[in-house]
């Protein structure tokens, strides 16, 4: 019997011990974790800790590095224009800005004013604009932004003791960084045109009333954050170096810092003859001067830099200087220690402001990073609305620290968030949209209009990991500038879950009495409108209507798509324009149509369910044979490239116009994803440089290599693995059972 009792005991652990290992393996959300646990607040970055240690002199001569690491996450776009433009920087060897808008790289001068981040910051967007005028072919203009205004718009102090209540808590000449110029940005204060308050050679107070009431001039759309490269393993490096790259030949120059010592004697990291500047350790030589990179040569080769101070391979940014004719261009190493650390760039924008009111709680930028320990969040806003008139929302921002999948919902009718009262928004993306760390705009396909005097905003967040970041806007010990912060309380939210009805809702003004490690602070959602009366917004269109004639058109029931070919076409000339050709085969049409004329169309979208398209473009040459539809897409006649290059996900639609005797009959095929898995041909010049497979992770597929795909046996493991526990732990509990009843 004692043997017998013991074996019990044993068997009874045992059995506890392989069940509560099953939970953990295929249950691991049994083991709810406190509220505590569930919210923390992320660390901070190491470079940012050594700087909190400065001065506040020390702090003032130098750019504040980054406050936490950007996430290195998987963006796996399907868009093949997207993937073979990045094939495309990385075929170009070398590449300038300067060469394709050398009007919007003039030189400018800082001199002796402290506002380096100015030039830099408003350089990104100068170009930005000026890129997407060369990319549809129209004169590029010369943008010319105030730095002058950004310098004091983003202060606190002004003559006679005034204050400015959007200011950070600085003074102008400090110093700034690229958050202060990106929420400048980003939140209606400009930027302004340099006319409107030019240059001028001193850091002076000035009367507050030459900051207001001036003309804002620009809209950011999208902003990216780089990952630090030089952190990272080779493979991931070159990955992001060559997404800095395309950025800087699609977008515009990149906003960075390095150290400047802008005395003109010889530094121990900066060779006057070649230009060229390597820095090996960040603790000597701090980041206190940013700068704008315009271009890179991956050539350029280390016996450029001092003998004392070289890097351990070739390449070096182009980096654009405003220090006047005094180190306009400079070439830094890809391995300088400061260069890689703060890279952030302006992904879309315009030279208009395109909207009315703009609410918001976030005048600063985002200064803490929150965990939830979940994949997928909620993050909600309620606004009150600041006018009687009739308005519109057509467009929601939010700061993103890591890859986001977004949905948008709103409650048009109040601050109610239940999911009843939220509607479902279809973004010009179709309903979701996915970005990449940065600020980014949710454009609506179709403005709503708000019927009540407050209503709510929630934007639903899928993250790439097990859990998920969100920024909030708030005060940060020993960073003075944040101090200007007013946290307000039942405004801003976050919860989890699927189910908005089943979900917990926290204040973010609050999140101190979820744990005092939390910080409370206001959310980063944006919300943009316009004022319009209802009869000036058209009524939707019936969609894929015939318009009631006899006329028969072809059916579209089983079409497809197929990608034959991808050819892009770059050039160091500056008076041609790059561009892609796609060669497609559209099949599954079953002609059904009499009529004596048919012609054809295409469209490409980001939204796979696109309503009312106007901008068509016509497909010339044969028509339809063996229900097949073969030609040639040339992204220089397409009118919304701007839109679609920055998508995830590219869609086709086919419009069939059938004519007979005065009366015509059109069908528009629903949308057929372009598969990004095809070949890519890149051409500089005309000449063919690089043949190359795209895969879905924006690799380069090596066809050398038979394309076995590897056993997916890990899942399976898993699978018999917790199966085996499972029949042991019921082997267990059998036995466990039998001898207690013996016992008994």
Not at 20 to 45: C, Q, T
Not at 334 to 356: F, L
Not at 620 to 626: A, N, P
């Amino acid at each position: 019997m004692g043997i017998r009792f013991v074996n019990m005991k044993k068997l009874k652990k045992i059995s506890i011990i392989l069940m509560i290992l099953i939970s953990f393996l295929i249950a691991p959300k049994v083991f709810a974790k406190s509220n505590n646990d569930e919210i923390r607040k992320v660390e901070y970055s190491e470079d940012f800790k050594r700087w909190l240690k400065l001065s506040d002199e020390e702090k003032n001569k130098t750019i504040q590095p980054r406050m936490y690491d950007v996430i290195v996450t998987d963006f796996n776009t399907r868009n093949v224009f997207c993937k073979v433009r990045l094939l495309g920087a990385k075929s170009n060897s070398k590449y300038n800005l300067k060469n394709i808008i050398p009007e919007n790289l003039l030189t400018k001068d800082q001199q002796q004013t402290n506002s380096c981040w100015t030039f830099a910051a408003l350089t990104s967007l100068e170009t930005n604009l000026a890129l997407s005028d060369y990319r549809q072919g129209t004169k590029s203009k010369t943008y010319d932004f105030s730095e002058r205004h950004m310098e004091y718009a983003t202060s606190k102090i002004f003559k006679n003791n005034e204050t400015n209540e959007g200011g950070y808590n600085r003074t102008v000449g400090e110093g700034g960084q690229w958050y202060i110029a990106e929420s400048y940005l980003t939140n209606g204060s400009g930027a302004i045109p340099e006319s409107e308050m030019p240059f001028e050679n001193n850091e002076d107070l000035i009367e507050i009333d030459q900051i207001k009431n001036q003309t804002i001039s620009s809209q950011i759309y999208d902003t990216i954050d780089f990952p630090d490269y030089n952190t990272q393993d080779d493979t991931e490096k070159a990955k992001i170096m060559n997404k800095i790259k395309k950025h800087i030949q699609e977008n515009g120059s990149v906003f960075a810092s390095i150290h400047g010592n802008s005395t003109l004697s010889e530094e121990s990291c900066y060779n006057n003859d070649t230009e060229a500047k390597y820095c090996n350790s960040s603790i000597s030589h701090i980041a206190d001067h940013a700068v704008s990179i315009v271009g890179w040569d991956d050539n350029y080769s280390v016996e450029n830099f001092l003998e004392s101070a070289r890097p351990s391979k070739n390449g070096a940014w182009i980096v654009k200087n405003s220090w006047g004719n005094i180190r306009e261009y400079m070439y830094v190493s890809y391995e300088d220690c400061n260069i890689s650390k703060i890279i952030c760039g302006i992904v879309k924008a315009t030279d208009k402001k395109e909207y009315e009111n703009i609410y918001q709680y976030d005048e600063y930028f985002p200064a803490t990073y929150v965990e939830f320990n979940n994949s997928k969040i909620m993050l909600c806003n309620v606004f009150n609305k600041k006018t009687t008139a009739d308005e519109y929302l057509t467009q929601v921002a939010l700061y993103a620290p890591e890859t986001y999948i977004c949905k948008v919902y709103v409650n048009p009718n109040g601050t109610e968030k239940d999911k009843k009262d939220m509607q479902l928004i279809e973004l010009k993306t179709g309903e979701i949209k996915t970005v990449e760390a940065g600020y980014h705009t949710l454009e609506f396909a179709e403005p709503l209009k708000i019927n009540a005097n407050s209503f709510a905003v929630i934007i639903e967040v899928q993250g790439t990991r097990n859990k998920i970041n969100f920024e909030l806007e708030s005060k940060v010990d020993g960073v003075p500038t944040f101090d200007s912060v007013k946290v307000e309380s039942g405004k801003c939210f976050l919860a989890s879950g699927n189910d908005m009805d089943n979900c917990k809702w926290y204040d973010l003004g609050k999140l101190s009495q979820v744990s005092s490690n939390l910080p409370n602070g206001d959310g980063t959602i944006k919300a943009f409108t316009i004022t319009k009366k209802s009869e000036e917004i058209p009524d939707k269109k019936p969609d894929n209507q015939e318009n009631g004639e006899s006329i028969k058109n072809s059916n579209f029931d089983n079409m497809k798509c197929n990608i034959n070919n991808v050819k892009y076409y770059t050039f160091t000339d500056k008076n041609n324009h790059e561009y892609l050709t796609l060669n497609l085969t559209v099949d599954g049409i079953t002609q059904k149509s009499q009529a004596n004329n048919l012609e054809y169309y295409y469209y490409i979208s980001a939204n796979n369910n696109e309503k009312n398209i106007e901008n068509w473009v016509k497909i010339e040459g044969k028509q339809i044979e063996d229900d097949k539809l073969q030609f040639e897409i040339n992204t220089q006649n397409i009118k919304n490239l701007d839109e679609i290059s920055i998508a995830q996900n590219l869609y086709l639609y086919i419009k069939e116009i059938a004519s007979q005797d005065g009366k015509e009959s059109e069908v528009t095929s629903e949308a057929m994803q372009l598969d990004s898995k095809t070949q890519a041909e890149i051409y500089l010049d005309n000449i063919k440089v690089e043949e190359a497979q795209i895969d879905d992770n924006d690799e380069v597929i090596d066809n050398t290599v038979a394309p076995n795909e590897l056993p997916k046996a890990g899942i399976k493991k898993i699978i018999i693995f917790v199966s085996a526990i499972s029949v042991l732990s019921i082997i267990v509990l059998i036995r466990y059972k039998k001898i207690s009843e013996d016992i008994k």
